[in-house]
C-alpha cells in the first residue's frame, strides 16, 4: 500500500457518571469493529484505543494520546468514538467516565474541531457514534469539555477536517437488541466499519494504476443513510429510525481507507456450439421450441438516431429563465409599502419618503405565514437610542399584515441591540443598525430567520437582485433542520455572490463566514465581511479578532457583544474568547438557529444594559 501515514484513536465509554444514563452494551463490539479496521491500515504503534473496559477513561489522557501520536507526522488521523453524547446549545460533547459530574472530563468536539484544523495533520475525520439530543438537565447542561487535539499554532494553512455523526442534531443514536435477545448492536458502528472496508464495492475508486482502491467520505456520504434504514430492517425493529448526517471539508481525493486492488481469476473458457448450416432449420415442423422462463423473445425494434440540434435551439435551452416583469407604479411605493403611523395618512411627505426624517430603523416580527406577532421590545446598550415614540408606536404596513416598531436611532452613530422578549417569555438581543428594516420570523418560542434590507432598498421599491435570491435561497435550504449546515455547494453560492450584496443584507455575511470557517476556508474571510457594515460580534470572532479588551468598542459598533447565531457559542472556547456576560448567559442558550435565551436571562441581559 502507499506510504502515507495513518493515525487511528478509537475511544469508547459505555459508563458514566450520571444515574439517569444507562450502561451501553454495543460499545465493546463497535469499538472491536473499528479495531479490526485499523489493523487493516496502519502498524499497531499508529493506533491508540481508550476504553472503560479496564478503567475510567479521562480527558488527560486521550489529549496526551492524541498528542503523542500527532508528533509522528501523520498524513491522515481518525478519531472514532462510541459512548454518549449530548448537545448543549450549539456545542456537543462526548462524555468521558468522569462526565457530567466532573464538567471538563468530556470531549468539546467543536473545539476539537477547530483546533484539528490548525494542526499538522492535512486530514483529520471525527466519526461519532453517539447521540446528539439537547441536554435537558442544568447539570449535563452545565459541562463545558475540552478539545483532545493539541492547540498550536496554525501550521500552513487551514486543513481539512471531515465530521460524521451517527443522527442529526437533536436525536438519537440507538444500540438495537439482536434477535436473539442476548446482545446489542451498534448500527451505525457496523455500517461504517462495512464501507470503509468496501462493502459494497461501488464505495471504492479504483481511479489510478496504482495496486490499492480507496474509500473517501464523500463516496460514503450519499449511500450510509439507505445502508442504516437496510440494517435496521433486517433487524426488524420498525420502531426505530436514524437518519446519519455528515459536514465534510474535504474534496473528494482525500481518502479516509483503503483496500488492495485483487487480480481477477482468469475464467476458463466457455464451449460454443457450432452454428447450423444457413440452410438447416433447428426446430422441426409441428414442434414448439423451449424458452427458458423469463426470457424476452420480442424482437428489438430498430430506432432511428435522434437529429442533432441547431445552435440556435441550443442557444434557446440553455439560456437562463427570464424573470417576469415587476410591476411598478410610477415611481411610487406598492400599495403595502405604503406605512403609516396610526392613521389612514400616508407617513412619507413624498412619493420618495418612506416615513419621517427621525425614523431609521424598522423592525417587524411575523410568523411563517406571514401574520404579525406582537413581541416586547427595548433598546439595549444605548441609552441615547429611542423608540419613535414611548410606548413604543407601531408601523402598520396596512394589507401585509406585519407589525413594525420604527425607532430614532440618530444619537446612536452606529445603532444598538434591541432586547426582544417573545410571546413565551424566552428573551433575545437582536443588533439594530441604522438605516436598516429587518424581518424577523418567529413562531413565538424562537427565531427562525432575520433578514435586513437597506431603507433605500424599501424606500425606492428596488428589485431584489438575482444574488440574494440565490443567497437566500440556499440559506433557506440549508436551516431547514433548524440549524445551519455549511456545504461546499453553499460555499460556491457565497463566493459568486456574497461580495456584491454583503452591505445590502449583512446576515449573508454571518452565512457565508460560517460556511467558510466550518469548511476550513478561513482565507475568504477577508472577502466576505470587508466594508460590511454594520460589523457583528461574528465576524469578529470568526476572524480571531474577538478579544475581551475590544469589547468596548464593539459596543460602539453594532451590540450584542456575543455571537448573534447559535453556532457560534460553540466555537467561543477554540477562538479564547470569553467575558463576564457571556459567562452569566451561556447556562440559558437555547437550541435554536439564531442565539435565544431561556426566561431567566431576561434580568441579565437588563442588568448588562444598565
Not at 404579525?372 to 433598546?379: A, G, L, S
Not at 463566493?495 to 467558510?516: G, H, I, K, M
Not at 461574528?538 to 448573534?564: I, K, Q, T, W, Y
Request: aromatic share 8%.
Amino acid at each position: 500500500m502507499s506510504e502515507i501515514q495513518l493515525g487511528v484513536v478509537l475511544i469508547g465509554v459505555s459508563t458514566v457518571k450520571s444515574p439517569r444514563l444507562q450502561r451501553l452494551q454495543a460499545v465493546e463490539p463497535a469499538v472491536a469493529r473499528m479495531r479490526s479496521w485499523a489493523a487493516s491500515q496502519t502498524t499497531p504503534d499508529l493506533i491508540l484505543e481508550f476504553t472503560d473496559a479496564d478503567g475510567p477513561v479521562t480527558i488527560g489522557a486521550v489529549t496526551q494520546g492524541v498528542r503523542d501520536l500527532m508528533d509522528r507526522g501523520l498524513d491522515r488521523l481518525v478519531i472514532y468514538f462510541s459512548g454518549h453524547g449530548v448537545a448543549v446549545g450549539p456545542a456537543e460533547y462526548w462524555m468521558l467516565s468522569e462526565a457530567p459530574e466532573l464538567g471538563h472530563e468530556a470531549v468539546n468536539l467543536e473545539w476539537s474541531r477547530i483546533s484539528a484544523q490548525r494542526s499538522s495533520i492535512p486530514y483529520v475525520v471525527f466519526i461519532s457514534d453517539a447521540c446528539r439530543i439537547h441536554a435537558d438537565t442544568v447539570q449535563i447542561g452545565s459541562m463545558n469539555g475540552a478539545s483532545i487535539i493539541p492547540n498550536r499554532d496554525a501550521v500552513g494553512g487551514s486543513k481539512y477536517v471531515d465530521l460524521l455523526y451517527a443522527t442529526r442534531l437533536g436525536d438519537g443514536a440507538h444500540e438495537v437488541r439482536n434477535p436473539d435477545a442476548a446482545s446489542y448492536r451498534a448500527v451505525y458502528t457496523e455500517v461504517i466499519a462495512d464501507l470503509l472496508t468496501g462493502v459494497p464495492s461501488t464505495v471504492i475508486d479504483w481511479a489510478g494504476e496504482n495496486d490499492e482502491g480507496h474509500i473517501s467520505t464523500w463516496r460514503m456520504a450519499p449511500i450510509v443513510a439507505e445502508l442504516m434504514r437496510q440494517r435496521l430492517d433486517e433487524l426488524q425493529d420498525l420502531s426505530l429510525s436514524q437518519d446519519p448526517d455528515q459536514i465534510l471539508s474535504s474534496d473528494a481525493s482525500l481518502w479516509v481507507s483503503r483496500v488492495p486492488r485483487v487480480p481477477l481469476a482468469t475464467p476458463e473458457p466457455v464451449p460454443v456450439a457450432a452454428e447450423p448450416p444457413a440452410n438447416e432449420t433447428t426446430v422441426a415442423t409441428g414442434e414448439i421450441p423451449v424458452v427458458e422462463p423469463g426470457t424476452d423473445t420480442r424482437e428489438t425494434p430498430v430506432v432511428a438516431p435522434p437529429e442533432l440540434a441547431t445552435d440556435a435551439e441550443i442557444e434557446h435551452l440553455t439560456a437562463p429563465p427570464s424573470a417576469p416583469p415587476r410591476p411598478r407604479t410610477g415611481g411610487r411605493l406598492r400599495p403595502w409599502k405604503r406605512w403609516r403611523f396610526g392613521s389612514s395618512k400616508p407617513a412619507y411627505r413624498d412619493s420618495h419618503l418612506l416615513s419621517p426624517w427621525w425614523i431609521n430603523a424598522i423592525v417587524s416580527f411575523h410568523d411563517a405565514e406571514g401574520d404579525r406577532v406582537e413581541v416586547d421590545t427595548t433598546p439595549w446598550m444605548s441609552p441615547q437610542a429611542a423608540f419613535s415614540n414611548t410606548p413604543p408606536e407601531l408601523v402598520d404596513c396596512g394589507d401585509a399584515g406585519h407589525l413594525h416598531y420604527a425607532f430614532d436611532l440618530h444619537k446612536s452613530p452606529k445603532g444598538c441591540g434591541l432586547l426582544v422578549t417573545l410571546p413565551s417569555g424566552r428573551t433575545t438581543v437582536l443588533p439594530m443598525p441604522q438605516n436598516y428594516a429587518i424581518d424577523v420570523t418567529t413562531d413565538g418560542t424562537t427565531i427562525t430567520g432575520v433578514t435586513f434590507e437597506e431603507l433605500d432598498q424599501v424606500v425606492f421599491d428596488k428589485p431584489t437582485t438575482p444574488f440574494i435570491r440565490d443567497m437566500r435561497a440556499f440559506v433557506a435550504s440549508a436551516s431547514a433542520s433548524g440549524t445551519f449546515r455549511p456545504t461546499r455547494e453553499g460555499l460556491r453560492v457565497f463566493d459568486a455572490n456574497v461580495v456584491f450584496e454583503r452591505s445590502v443584507d449583512p446576515t449573508l455575511s454571518l452565512y457565508a463566514a460560517y460556511t467558510a470557517v466550518t469548511l476550513g476556508e478561513h482565507e475568504r474571510l477577508a472577502t466576505y465581511s470587508t466594508g460590511t457594515d454594520p460589523r457583528f460580534f461574528d465576524l469578529d470572532l470568526l476572524s480571531g479578532s474577538a478579544r475581551p479588551e475590544n469589547f468596548g468598542f464593539m459596543l460602539l459598533d453594532c451590540p450584542p457583544p456575543f455571537p448573534v447565531m447559535t453556532q457560534g457559542w460553540a466555537m467561543l472556547p477554540a477562538f479564547g474568547v470569553t467575558s463576564h456576560l457571556i459567562e452569566q448567559l451561556q447556562p440559558h442558550l437555547t437550541a435554536s438557529l439564531w442565539t435565544v435565551f431561556q426566561p431567566e436571562a431576561a434580568p441579565i441581559l437588563r442588568a448588562a444594559s444598565a
